[in-house]
């Protein structure tokens, strides 16, 4: 079963999205917000209470915040228009696919069963226009340690620091420190850029 919770401003689209995770008998639908406002921190309690493995939303961008060391589940996300330079913030900032909000009920479950297995997806235009983006990456390859190798692995599957702690069985101040020293080799400014840094290092195998 898919843990699914919604995010959807207009209270019309959000029931239509519920109805359409109630459909399906793979999907358990485990909450329903008005906003993403409940991915900050201030409010992070309430989507760590739900325990969700994803999140449907189609909300503005801007009502996401970059991925915080909390629980940080993948975004689904229905946008109303989308352009590379968009798709590659909203990438940056945890989403893991970006459809259209016309796109058909099947892709959008599609997507949501896609992102809960550590799958990513986006419009064939925007994958092309962001393969074809120049890339700016440190001319060698960062040197991680076996440790900081075992975090950045951790973090791709999605893991908040505390629970690599408990993994690790360190303190969450340790792992926090990896973290810390896993983005700066990397030149990241966000966990979800180390993760996809790592990945074009060839650091992290999908």
């Known amino acids: 079963m898919i843990r699914l919770a919604i995010a959807a401003s207009s209270a019309v689209v959000r029931a239509g999205l519920e109805a359409l995770a109630r459909s399906d008998p793979e999907i358990e639908l485990v909450g329903s917000f008005s906003d993403l406002t409940a991915l900050d ?6 989507i760590e209470a739900l325990q969700p493995d994803v999140i449907l939303a189609a909300a503005p961008l801007e009502d996401l915040a970059p991925a915080a060391d909390g629980f940080a589940p993948p975004v689904v996300l229905l946008a109303t228009e989308s352009q590379p330079a968009w798709t590659r913030d909203a990438l940056r900032a945890g989403v893991r696919a970006v459809l259209p909000r ?10 949501v069963a896609a992102a809960a297995n550590g799958l990513a997806v986006l419009d064939p235009h925007d994958l092309e226009a962001l393969l074809a983006a120049p890339v700016t990456i440190a001319a060698e390859m960062p040197v991680l340690t076996p440790r900081e190798l075992e975090v950045l692995r951790m973090l791709a599957d999605g893991e908040a620091n505390k629970t690599i702690a408990w993994k690790l069985g360190i303190s969450e101040h340790t792992a926090k420190f990896h ?4 983005m700066g080799k990397l030149g990241a400014a966000t966990r979800t850029e180390a993760v996809t840094l790592g990945i074009r290092h060839g650091l992290v195998m999908i």
């Open 41 to 46: 921190e201030p409010r992070q309690s309430e």
């Open 102 to 111: 016309e796109s058909s009920p099947g892709e959008i479950l599609a997507a």
């Open 179 to 182: 973290v810390a020293s896993i």
